[in-house]
């Protein structure tokens, strides 16, 4: 059911939100076990938090626009007194002393967090089987993946076990779970979504985001948590731009480019392709005008984003030292109490980028590689806003492919970082982006096509996205 | 490195590791040292791009510093924070000797 429709009937009173939460508590008790989206389901939480929002539509308040719509929430977004694990060994058990921005926003609408959703541990990964606590599958077919590293809250929006989830996007992590997975899933300009609460991965790229069974809800969602916060010096001081009243505004008139670098990067499967071709058609008979469009920096992409991430994420996760929280492994003095409680508490891709951050930020390293992915950086800025001269939005595939099986890349990081390819460039940027379903390939996957914008281009997005989403066979 | 292939040596693993503050198995050393050459290689495709004259990119806004009104307002809760440490004593954190100091 959709948000939106949740919301109506349950602030009209027509409906309890304790029965919506128990019509979806009923979805997780069926499948759960065989998916596993969630770290941590909320069941009495839920029940009582929804018992809040009736009592309030009883005395004649309005619990608000997401009143008694189930939630799910990434488990990297920090919830006063409920374990947040990041599917971390080093934060296994810990209940934060504080609530993200996000979830007090979502939760002041009148939303019912369900559970706290799986992701790729410090959601690094392309597949959610970075977790510490087991894969999560995807529920349009369970041998495959759901993506990552949002992909619990992608395969719970998928399965019908929260009406909306939230997820977090450095690289592509809410867009490209939100194709494989057959949902809608938004990267909001960097600054517009605080990240206060959020653990952080690579705080330059780091954005939260939605990810929803349509874009009309996706808009609704963003226009909740969206907006300036002063817990979050990054957060753009300015007011977040209205979503829903322009949602059906159309397309006609505007200029639709196809970003050639993503549309022909290496390993895009052909009907990955052919479903960005058909949605640009759909876009042209809307009246928009469609060209191809060359941004040649976004090829280096991918190579300055495995760079300055890990670099970023080197500096962020110096602090899980087994002192203030979460694991520790003892040893004979505090230096060695680090070292051992961190080689215990991350898993290997962690380590890995770990490692690989630190590498390009050590003496001798620096200037060739954090320095010069930097200054790569500068040039795929520079190139999108040349592009943005000509073009209101930009086109391109989300994920180069449909879902894979699981442990088909575990065995070859780099294989994994290729998932990235076409959704890391605008996050080096800082733009939106959106994915939005279109059809399935020839085993019946879904297929994501990827709205790009730039900042603070949301509505624009928005609207693209609307009729492509229209128009998705 | 620029212009060349990057290859990283057991050395280099246990040095960065020793930066890191990770206590890596002989294993995953071994291990960390063949993907982590390939990974480099891999990025060190930025280095083909020329940018003599561009500046680099920290942060995709112009960050300005922020300041707030010097009110004072309510921190954590001091129990409740210490209540999720592994170890502390007297309302404080407590950790193992640090190296090199005379207790």
């Not at chain 1, 009406?163 to 779970?177: A, K, M, N």
């Not at chain 1, 943005?388 to 449909?402: K, N």
Request: proline share 7%; net charge negative; aromatic share 6%.
């Amino acid at each position: 059911m959709s948000a939106h429709d949740i919301a109506t009937v349950v602030r009209a009173g027509e409906r309890l939100a304790q029965d919506v939460i128990e019509e979806y508590l009923a979805a997780v008790d069926e499948r759960e076990a065989q998916l596993h989206a969630f770290n941590h389901v909320l069941a009495n939480e839920a029940r009582e938090a929804a018992a809040v929002v009736d009592a309030a539509v009883a005395r004649g308040d309005d619990p608000g626009p997401l009143a008694g719509v189930p939630i799910a929430l990434k488990d990297n977004l920090c919830t006063r007194g409920v374990p947040t694990t990041c599917s971390s060994k080093i934060l296994e058990g810990w209940r934060p002393p504080y609530s993200a921005t996000v979830v007090e926003r979502v939760v002041a609408a009148g939303a019912v967090p369900i559970g706290k959703t799986n992701l790729d541990e410090f959601a690094m990964g392309s597949s959610t089987e970075n977790s510490a606590f087991g894969p999560t599958r995807n529920p349009r077919c369970p041998d495959r993946v759901p993506g990552g590293s949002s992909g619990g809250s992608a395969a719970a929006v998928a399965a019908g076990f929260a009406s909306v989830g939230l997820g977090s996007d450095t690289g592509g992590s809410i867009r490209q779970p939100a194709a494989l997975s057959g949902v809608v899933g938004i990267k909001p300009t960097y600054g517009l979504v605080s990240r206060y609460g959020l653990i952080a991965f690579a705080s330059s790229l780091d954005q939260i985001g939605p990810l929803t069974g349509s874009v009309s809800d996706a808009a609704l969602m963003l226009e909740v948590i969206a907006g300036h916060d002063p817990l979050d010096s990054t957060s753009i001081p300015e007011p977040a731009p209205g979503l829903r009243e322009m949602l059906h505004a159309g397309v006609d008139g505007l200029r639709v480019g196809i970003v050639e670098e993503l549309a022909d990067a290496d390993g895009v499967q052909p009907d990955v392709a052919a479903a960005v071709e058909q949605a640009a058609l759909a876009l042209e008979k809307e009246g928009a005008t469609v060209e191809r469009v060359s941004v040649p920096s976004a090829a280096y992409g991918l190579s300055a984003y495995y760079l300055i991430a890990p670099a970023e994420a080197s500096s962020n996760l110096a602090r899980y030292d087994g002192v203030r929280y979460g694991l520790r492994v003892d040893g004979p003095d505090t230096a060695t109490m680090n070292a051992r409680t961190r080689d215990a508490g991350f898993g290997p891709e962690v380590k890995r980028r770990i490692m690989l951050g630190t590498y390009a930020l050590s003496a001798g390293y620096y200037d060739a590689y954090y320095g010069q992915a930097q200054r790569v950086r500068t040039l795929i800025i520079r190139d999108f806003g040349r592009a943005y001269e000509h073009f209101d939005a930009l086109l391109g595939p989300t994920s180069p492919t449909t879902a894979f099986e699981l442990g088909a890349r575990t065995d070859d990081p780099l294989s994994m970082y290729l998932s990235d390819v076409c959704t890391v460039p605008t996050s080096l940027a800082g733009h939106p982006a959106a994915s939005v379903p279109f059809g399935v390939d020839g085993d019946d996957l879904p297929i994501g096509v990827q709205v790009l914008a730039p900042a603070l281009g949301e509505q624009v997005m928005f609207r693209v996205a609307r009729v492509i989403e229209a128009a998705a066979p | 490195m620029p212009g060349g292939r990057a290859r990283i040596s057991r050395s280099d693993v246990e040095h960065v590791a020793a930066l890191a503050r990770l206590a890596l198995t002989d294993e995953e050393v071994e291990q960390l040292t063949g993907e982590l050459g390939a990974i480099v290689d891999y990025a060190a495709e930025v280095s083909a791009l020329d940018t003599a004259d561009v500046p680099p990119t920290a942060h995709p806004l112009p960050l300005v510093n922020v300041f707030r009104p010097d009110d004072p307002r309510p921190g954590l809760d001091r129990d409740e924070v210490l209540a999720e440490a592994p170890a502390t004593e007297d309302g404080q954190f407590r950790v193992p000797r640090i190296l090199g100091e005379a207790l």
